[in-house]
């Protein structure tokens, strides 16, 4: 599943843009985002009856926190805002 995202704020002249590519053999979401702000934060939603096991960016390793809500499990994470972020969302 491949997705393409941008969303405007004119009023805050702000902007998000991401794309992101959900490898269920592997079990992994490649996402890929950038953002006129100075931090991103993420809630992920995972695939159903899954949990995240771990988040990286290049060859490092992302702190994130598990979150369910109701039935829904995510992925939550920040980074800082300084160009195109790449992350892979591994989950079990």
């Not at 809630?43 to 809500?69: A, C, D, M």
């Not at 980074?79 to 591994?90: E, L, Q, R, V």
Request: hydrophobic residues 35%; proline residues 1%.
């Amino acid at each position: 599943m491949l997705m393409h995202r941008f969303n405007r704020m004119d009023l805050l002249k702000a902007y998000v843009a991401y794309n992101f590519i959900k490898d269920e053999k592997q079990h992994i979401i490649h996402l890929t985002a950038t953002t006129g702000g100075n931090k991103m934060s993420f809630h992920i939603l995972l695939p159903e009856h899954t949990t995240v096991t771990s988040v990286t960016s290049g060859n490092k390793n992302i702190s994130f926190n598990k979150s369910t809500i109701e039935q829904s499990n995510y992925a939550d994470f920040e980074t800082n805002a300084d160009g195109i972020k790449t992350f892979d969302i591994h989950y079990d």
